[in-house]
């Protein structure tokens, strides 16, 4: 029986060299094999800093490695759909950084290509694997504080530099894209299915042409959420501002740092039952420390290696780009926007 799954990466990006293959490396279940830069100078340096035994001059090379399991994808929003077909049609499972798509219609195709491959692909969100949102999902699923009723949430950080992607709308920039996408992939996980409807306003940078404050309502028919995300706002330090509560028919929840950890941080999820007033919890629960990206790495690792561990379909994906889609549309026209149906 195969103990580990063998992964390359695919370019040396600040979030792969930073985080995620570090992360990778920590996991029981994962080897880190290969890595792939066009730029072999960047490519040596990152494969000796992170002790990698292998280093592809292309990225087609490391596809055709016949040693490889498992290919992680952090290149540059646009080429996330070409290179995720690519890799599942050379035999490869995929874990994508987000978004997995610029579109809900390349999601359909990558579908079709994950069903005829037979091979696995997820859209990394690293927050899912976190002990956190497993302790929402049992508390809910409890039924003690009765249904979901709405989520708030809120992302914000200060990026002002011209040359990062999130401020380049032909990348896939700008507050929905990159801040919202943790939003809509929670509001959906709470839900368990995506909303009807959306309507959202969004406020434009001058400069860079991206959406840089955005919020949005989503309409589940009996329940909502709501959020906002900005992207010159907030703090400015190593981690964005973050906070999501859920509201539920007797009672609720809220997590002070729900989202994205790039650096493992202790966290607390607080719950006020039907006999608390104001933000005072009746009872709490300490997260100590631990690596998103490990967490992810692992569980990812153990799915292709048969273990009964959560995954999360790309259909679930697909919701949500048709969420952000919507969004765009109903700021353009100023009205609800109706969505597609599964």
Same mark, same amino acid.
């Given at each position: 029986?195969?103990?580990?799954?063998?992964?390359?990466?695919?370019?040396?990006?600040?979030?792969?060299?930073?985080?995620?293959? #570090?992360?990778?490396?920590?996991?029981? *279940?994962?080897?880190?094999?290969?890595?792939?830069?066009?730029?072999?100078?960047?490519?040596?340096?990152?494969?000796?800093?992170?002790?990698?035994?292998?280093?592809?001059?292309?990225?087609?090379?490391?596809?055709?490695? =016949?040693?490889?399991?498992?290919?992680?994808?952090?290149?540059?929003?646009?080429? @996330?759909?070409?290179?995720?077909?690519?890799?599942?049609?050379?035999?490869?499972?995929?874990?994508?950084?987000?978004?997995?798509?610029?579109? *809900? +219609?390349?999601?359909?195709?990558?579908?079709?290509? &994950?069903?005829?491959?037979?091979?696995?692909?997820?859209?990394?969100?690293?927050?899912?694997? @976190?002990?956190?949102?497993?302790?929402?999902?049992?508390?809910?699923?409890?039924? +003690?504080?009765?249904?979901?009723?709405?989520? @708030?949430?809120?992302?914000?950080? /200060?990026?002002?530099? =011209?040359?990062?992607?999130?401020?380049? =709308?032909?990348?896939?920039?700008?507050?929905?894209?990159?801040?919202?996408?943790?939003?809509?992939? !929670?509001?959906?996980?709470?839900?368990?299915?995506?909303?009807?409807?959306?309507?959202?306003?969004?406020?434009?940078?001058?400069?860079?042409?991206?959406?840089?404050?955005?919020?949005?309502?989503?309409?589940?028919?009996?329940? @909502?959420?709501?959020?906002?995300?900005?992207? /010159?706002?907030?703090?400015?330090?190593?981690?964005? /501002?973050?906070?999501?509560?859920?509201?539920?028919?007797?009672?609720?929840?809220?997590?002070?740092?729900?989202?994205?950890?790039? &650096? =493992?941080?202790?966290?607390?999820?607080?719950?006020?039952?039907?006999?608390?007033?104001?933000?005072?919890?009746?009872?709490?629960?300490?997260?100590?420390?631990?690596?998103?990206?490990?967490?992810?790495?692992?569980?990812?690792?153990?799915?292709?290696?048969?273990?009964?561990? #959560?995954?999360? #379909?790309?259909?679930? *994906? &697909?919701? !949500?780009?048709?969420?952000?889609?919507?969004?765009?549309?109903?700021?353009?026209?100023?009205?609800?926007?109706?969505?597609?149906? &599964?």
């Amino acid at each position: 029986m195969q103990k580990t799954i063998n992964w390359g990466v695919l370019g040396a990006a600040n979030i792969a060299r930073k985080f995620s293959m #570090p992360g990778l490396k920590a996991a029981p *279940s994962a080897t880190l094999l290969a890595l792939a830069s066009r730029d072999l100078d960047k490519g040596r340096a990152v494969a000796r800093e992170l002790d990698i035994p292998k280093l592809h001059g292309s990225y087609e090379a490391l596809l055709a490695d =016949p040693e490889i399991d498992a290919v992680y994808i952090p290149l540059p929003n646009r080429l @996330h759909f070409e290179w995720s077909v690519r890799a599942l049609e050379a035999g490869k499972h995929v874990l994508c950084e987000k978004p997995l798509c610029m579109t *809900s +219609a390349q999601i359909e195709e990558l579908c079709a290509v &994950r069903d005829r491959t037979g091979r696995h692909v997820e859209e990394a969100f690293a927050f899912r694997n @976190h002990p956190q949102w497993t302790k929402v999902r049992e508390i809910l699923a409890g039924g +003690a504080l009765g249904p979901v009723r709405a989520v @708030h949430g809120m992302l914000a950080k /200060q990026f002002f530099d =011209p040359q990062d992607i999130r401020n380049n =709308p032909a990348e896939g920039g700008g507050a929905v894209y990159d801040l919202g996408s943790y939003a809509v992939c !929670a509001c959906n996980m709470i839900f368990r299915r995506p909303p009807s409807r959306v309507v959202a306003a969004l406020e434009t940078d001058p400069a860079f042409g991206i959406d840089r404050l955005s919020s949005a309502l989503l309409d589940y028919g009996d329940c @909502h959420a709501a959020f906002t995300v900005a992207t /010159q706002s907030g703090g400015d330090g190593w981690g964005s /501002q973050q906070q999501l509560s859920i509201l539920c028919a007797r009672g609720w929840l809220r997590l002070d740092f729900p989202y994205s950890q790039v &650096r =493992p941080t202790a966290c607390r999820l607080e719950l006020g039952d039907s006999s608390g007033v104001g933000a005072f919890p009746t009872a709490t629960f300490d997260f100590e420390a631990v690596n998103q990206f490990t967490l992810q790495g692992e569980r990812f690792s153990r799915l292709l290696l048969g273990d009964a561990v #959560p995954a999360w #379909p790309i259909e679930e *994906s &697909r919701d !949500a780009l048709r969420i952000i889609e919507g969004i765009f549309a109903s700021a353009r026209s100023g009205g609800w926007q109706v969505l597609p149906g &599964r």
